[in-house]
């Protein structure tokens, strides 16, 4: 994942690395409308940059670049409560429940998306409250 997104902010620090939109058509050879397409149906994880870029966690990623499906599952039901950023920092914040592990750890190590899930289920329900 060399054409990942280097840069010093807080996010990048908290959620990153990232790709941006060019380096991502480029390694998954798709064309720019079909990424904001998966953007725009839920399928990708995206967040903005102040400044209108957008940015894509290498993490979301296999190795033959496509997404993982219980990444997305928890992106969906995190995203129907809060914005972008509060969701991808979940995704990638130690959970007790988890074993201190993200929930990204937590998929992308094997384990069942349900307990990571029922996380999300309550945190998006607490937060639409």
Known sequence: MTAALSSSGIYD????????????????????QAINKA????????????GGQWVYPTW?????????QHLITLWTTLRAAADPWTCAIW????QSELGDRSAVDWITDGHPVD??????????????A
């Open 13 to 32: 620090k908290l959620v990153g690395p990232f790709y941006d939109t060019p380096s991502l058509t480029q390694w998954r050879g798709v064309s720019r």
């Open 39 to 50: 953007v725009s149906t839920g399928t990708l994880i995206a967040c903005q940059l102040e």
């Open 60 to 68: 979301q990623f296999t190795d033959s670049g496509s997404v993982h």
């Open 91 to 94: 995704l990638r914040s130690p």
């Open 115 to 128: 307990t990571a899930l029922e996380l999300a289920r309550a945190d998006a329900q607490r937060w639409a």
